[in-house]
């Protein structure tokens, strides 16, 4: 899999240099170069498949010389991309192919989930600093001290950012002023509701768990931020907000995450040969969301700020129920007796139950066995 993930690196990184050297130079031909390679990339990966579920095939495409590798990706690339360069002269334009919307709907898809890609590989860290964390008595007593501070200081840069980016705006306006609050309040709630996820756990003697959740809450918050600025942006200005240097880090993160996410995990699922599909299908679904980054980057940026707003405004209603759902799942998963902390009160007094029911049990034994015990001589027989 290293040779498939080392060429759809290689292609995508032409992609974006092409991109933004073409616009550089103005070449008026830079989106179609860009277009073409790129869906020819996806194709040849979706093309590869259905091939995955054959056995021999599988072999070959995983587990066969790194040359060969490249060498039946170049035959099926070679004329998938030769067809689609013919196909595209005929049709006039690259916005002409029937092919083409589709493109743009994976893209919106993709975007809606770019929070948890790009969180990904962040969890992932933080889950090994998580398991590393270990110690007792003074140990245990600064695990727990990294944790809370983990936990709880995120907000102070968070907020700190929020004020510098208010002030660059005009801070004196009505619409930054409700903005800045908004954000500030959506801070403090979601972190609330981590604390209150997360510090029951730290009181049982797992305090780690606040390092997965101030790491989750911090990163995730950081591109929410970037989101909501977007969309300020846009709707003062009324058109479209972004930076194309950072638009295409995020692409690049969030490909690599998504990755990480499904390609490495279901490699070790028990059914193979279906397993074994998901990584292409990462790598030709990741190739289109790259094109159509680069689309609106290099092409036709969204002018229309209403369009801007509502497509970041999802954006961001997306991320923060991911970020929600990321802290909420692994603090649940790493200390089980959270799930019935909300019934410890009737818990603490099965043991007192759990007693008398063993002592009426023992009653009812010695009961049952007590008329042979008459058998037995008495005092009275002799």
């Known amino acids: 899999m290293r040779t498939h993930t080392g060429v759809f690196t290689l292609l995508t990184l032409f992609l974006v240099v092409t991109g933004f050297a073409g616009k550089a130079a103005a070449f008026s031909q830079t989106w179609t170069v860009v277009f073409i390679v790129g869906a020819s990339l996806a194709l040849t990966y979706l093309a590869v498949t259905p091939a995955m579920l054959h056995e021999k095939t599988a072999t070959y495409l995983l587990h066969s010389n790194p040359k060969t590798r490249i060498v039946i ?15 595209t002269v005929q049709a006039g334009s690259v916005e ?53 501070g983990v936990l709880v200081l995120p907000i102070v840069p968070l907020a700190y950012a929020v004020w510098l980016i208010s002030t660059w705006l005009g801070g004196t306006l009505p619409s930054v002023q409700l903005w800045a609050v908004g954000m500030i309040l959506g801070m403090l709630v979601t972190l609330f509701l981590a604390v209150s996820w997360t510090w029951p756990a730290i009181r049982r003697g797992r305090p780690q768990a606040a390092v997965f959740a101030g790491g989750t809450y911090a990163v995730v918050w950081a591109y929410l931020l970037y989101r909501s600025t977007s969309i ?8 479209q907000a972004g930076n194309a240097l950072l638009d295409v880090g995020l692409m690049v993160v969030s490909i690599f995450g998504a990755m990480q996410t499904f390609a490495r995990k279901t490699l070790n699922k028990a059914d193979k040969r ?11 679904f990741g190739a289109i969301y790259a094109v159509a980054q680069l689309y609106f980057i290099v092409q036709i940026p969204i002018t229309r700020a209403d369009l801007s707003i ?51 049990r023992l009653s009812l034994l010695l009961g049952r066995l007590k008329p042979k015990k008459q058998d037995s001589p008495r005092d009275d027989d002799y």
């Not at 990706?73 to 196909?87: K, M, R, T």
């Open 73 to 87: 990706l170049s035959s099926v690339f070679g004329p998938i991309l030769a067809g689609l360069a013919y196909w």
């Open 232 to 239: 300020l942006v846009s709707y003062l200005s009324q058109a």
């Open 310 to 360: 509502m497509v970041n405004a999802t954006i961001f209603v997306s991320g923060l129920v991911t970020m929600m759902i990321l802290i909420r799942r692994h603090v649940f998963a790493v200390s089980p007796p959270l799930q019935i902390a909300n019934t410890e009160g009737s818990a603490s007094n099965q043991p007192t139950r759990g007693n008398t029911t063993s002592t009426s």
């Open 274 to 284: 279906w397993s074994q599909t998901f990584p292409f299908l990462v790598f030709s």
């Open 96 to 148: 002409a192919l029937p092919i083409f919307p589709a493109f743009l709907v994976i893209f919106y898809a993709w975007i809606l989930l770019q929070a948890y890609f790009i969180a990904a590989p962040v969890t992932h860290v933080l889950v090994r600093i998580e398991d590393r964390l270990s110690g007792e008595n003074f140990a245990k007593r600064i695990i727990r001290t990294l944790g809370i």
